[in-house]
């Protein structure tokens, strides 16, 4: 049996679920609030209705607590032993807004949380090894679907399924294609299979459209939803947050602020108590906000308590601002009682950063916050944003009412996250953002981050970072490499590896003015672009390296006076494609066994020195191509016919040998189907977009 360890390799699970280290201590709702709704959604899970699959889709707009109602059935059905899954998205996470690392984590979770699911899922992985990479409807038959109609007698009744904050999936067609699969397996679940979906979102007309095509008969075939099949298995119910009554809501956070300020008694007065009631004007993330504000652990004296109170009471309110319970209309801006208190949060922070001399630093530092792929520990991010030590982490400290920011003395320094993406938003809005002190600017803010990602590498990249020695040896057989990637390739460093990419594409830098990101870039490209792909390769990620460069090379065509930097970009693409299956597995092969073989091109003139060190372990005298093969694929002979997956992802090819082949776009083998005794006028089929067969003029297959 394949340990849950491995299984991890091979599905690379995104830190989704509802506990998870990466959603930063998050909890749900306080006791005593929420009663009718999560009632509701328990009802909903436990009822005896039939329906092999029940979608529940709870919306509501920012700041209305869908993700601590979610968490709260996620920790309440995980205590009953009925929670088969969870993934909590977040746009401050890569991982976690990526909608294809969705169906892969939660079925790296049944087999942890359902018995007997692992064995048919390590099945379904070493019959097709990459099935976590494939489209959505593949992962989910794969995956999910055939492991559980496999296990179906020995599961949970009913097993919940929760998804939640779906709207910050990062590609917004594929939260709507996560919810129509799902819908369409419903009539191939087995029929003792109670299959519960609980989704949290924001209301979006794609996702309105989705979940109306679930409930038709006939279902929907469209361009904006795709096909959903009419389904009588499915029950979809339907419920939002921001139609409860407001004197329910009201009340609900009356009892969270006065449980959560029970200890500030009596500095804080139940007058006072009352007037924050006021102030959260029906938002949650407003209480939960000014909870924070008031609970400042680095200056938790009376004194202090009592301005911040009197800070928060004497702000005046917007004029224009909604009148104390009463509702957004179609005429008021719906975040502006949250705007407010996050302007008048800066303003006292700004106060804070004058008095440590960091007004300039830290805009700096919050625009790295705002908008970096993944969190990195303070202490991380010194060193790249060139600081002093501890800049940072000073920076940030009076903004723990909005982010959750560690002392400066861990052991083992946590990330930095934002406690909700409203204040992302705010930030990179101006519309919302008036005040330029704290406005982000994203393409500016990602071309400052992709020149300090490039300028860090430029200075720490080697070849041969984790001391592996020029010897012939796979990946997999280096003693202690995950240790010796920990050691040597620290969080910042593999954060520029892996995330730099896309910062240069987030750039724009067709229209970014200052030569200097790309001056950096070109330098990086004739100096460090091999030490990448060795990193790259050991850290199990070449595979994401093509699609980035392609993106990178397509915003490098429109920038004049480059030299060679576009074309040496394009030569590592087809580097890395031709070579992709050895240098996966061996990163020594970059320089040992592949380089030696590239033409007398802008790669290998970059690189050249490479060979005359007196490690390199083979030289081409004679017979070297000066440029690239036109063909993409080295064929084992003939090629008898072609096929393409329909979203271009694999490539099939029936040969004159008799053999079907099947490569991915980005150059690695993934099977090989031989059979002598077909006959050779046969053709490739790869319909499905994942199996490759040959079909032959005698009716075989």
Not at 216 to 232: A, H, I, L, W, Y
Not at 376 to 402: F, K, R
Not at 502 to 517: C, F, V
Not at 583 to 590: F, G, K, P, Q, T
Request: include cysteine; charged fraction near 20%.
């Amino acid at each position: 049996m394949m340990p849950i360890s491995l299984l991890e390799q091979r599905l690379k699970p995104a830190p989704a679920r509802y506990d998870s280290f990466a959603r930063g201590g998050a909890s749900g709702c306080h006791e005593r609030t929420r009663v009718g709704i999560l009632q509701t959604l328990r009802d909903w899970i436990f009822s005896p209705d039939e329906a092999r699959l029940q979608i529940f889709w709870l919306k509501g707009q920012a700041g209305t607590g869908k993700s601590a109602i979610a968490h709260t059935i996620s920790e309440d059905c995980a205590a009953k032993g009925n929670l088969g899954a969870s993934f909590f998205f977040s746009q401050d996470q890569a991982d976690r807004m990526d909608g294809l690392r969705v169906f892969p984590t939660i079925a790296y979770q049944l087999a942890d949380s359902i018995h007997g699911f692992r064995a048919p899922l390590v099945k379904a992985l070493r019959d097709d090894r990459e099935t976590y990479r494939s489209d959505l409807s593949t992962q989910l038959q794969e995956l999910i679907l055939i492991p559980l109609r496999i296990v179906i007698d020995s599961t949970p009744s009913p097993i919940v399924i929760v998804l939640d904050a779906l709207n910050e999936c990062e590609d917004s067609s594929h939260a709507t294609d996560i919810v129509k699969h799902l819908a369409n397996i419903a009539s191939k679940l087995p029929n003792k299979c109670r299959l519960r979906v609980l989704i949290t979102s924001r209301p979006g007309p794609d996702l309105e459209a989705t979940m109306h095509a679930i409930t038709s008969d006939k279902g929907v075939n469209s361009r904006s939803v795709g096909k959903v099949e009419g389904n009588s298995a499915v029950n979809l119910q339907v419920a939002s947050l921001d139609d409860i009554q407001p004197p329910i809501i009201k009340e609900d956070i009356r009892t969270y602020l006065k449980a959560s300020l029970q200890s500030k008694m009596p500095i804080v007065t139940d007058i006072e108590r009352e007037q924050l009631l006021e102030i959260a004007q029906g938002l949650f993330i407003i209480a939960s906000t000014i909870v924070r504000f008031l609970n400042d652990s680095h200056s938790p004296n009376t004194e202090d308590l009592k301005d911040r109170v009197t800070f928060l009471l004497s702000t005046p309110r917007a004029a224009g601002a909604p009148k104390p319970g009463a509702r957004a209309t179609s005429g008021t801006v719906p975040f502006s009682p949250l705007d407010l208190l996050y302007s008048d949060i800066l303003q006292k922070v700004l106060s804070r950063w004058r008095e440590k001399h960091l007004e300039k630093a830290a805009p700096e530092v919050i625009g790295a916050m705002v908008l970096l792929f993944n969190p990195l520990p303070a202490q991380s991010l010194d060193a790249p944003l060139q600081l002093a030590p501890n800049t940072v982490i000073n920076a940030l400290q009076p903004l723990y009412s909005v982010a959750s920011v560690p002392s400066s003395d861990e052991t083992n320094p946590t990330p930095l996250r934002l406690i909700h993406p409203s204040f992302s938003n705010f930030l990179t809005t101006p519309s919302r953002c008036t005040d330029a002190s704290f406005l982000v600017n994203p393409t500016f803010q990602h071309a400052r981050i992709a020149l300090l990602c490039l300028d860090h590498m430029s200075e720490t990249l080697s070849r041969d970072m984790c001391g592996i020695g020029s010897l012939p040896i796979l990946n997999s057989d280096v003693t202690d490499l995950h240790h010796r990637l920990q050691v040597r390739i620290p969080p910042h460093l593999r954060y520029a590896c892996f995330y730099r990419p896309l910062h240069l594409i987030r750039a724009k830098l067709s229209g970014y003015a200052d030569r200097e990101l790309v001056d950096a870039f070109g330098k990086f490209v004739r100096t460090k672009l091999l030490c990448w792909l060795e990193v790259m390769s050991l850290l199990d990620q070449l595979d994401t390296v093509v699609p980035l460069l392609q993106m990178i090379g397509r915003g490098l065509k429109s920038v004049n006076g480059l030299s060679e930097t576009p074309e040496v970009v394009q030569d590592v693409q087809q580097f890395v494609t031709r070579f992709f299956n050895p240098i996966s597995e061996s990163a020594v092969d970059i320089y040992s066994s592949t380089l030696p073989l590239t033409p007398q091109y802008h790669l290998y003139n970059q690189y050249q020195f490479e060979l005359t060190q007196p490690n390199a372990s083979a030289v081409v005298r004679f017979g070297r191509e000066t440029n690239w093969s036109q063909t993409g694929l080295q064929p084992r002979s003939s090629v008898m016919s072609v096929a393409f997956s329909p979203t271009g992802a694999y490539i099939a090819a029936v040969f004159s040998d008799e053999s079907v082949q099947l490569w991915a776009h980005i150059g690695l083998a993934l099977a090989t189907l031989v059979d002598p005794s077909a006959p050779s006028r046969s053709k490739a089929n790869l319909s499905d977009g994942h199996h490759p067969s040959a079909h032959s003029d005698r009716k075989t297959v």
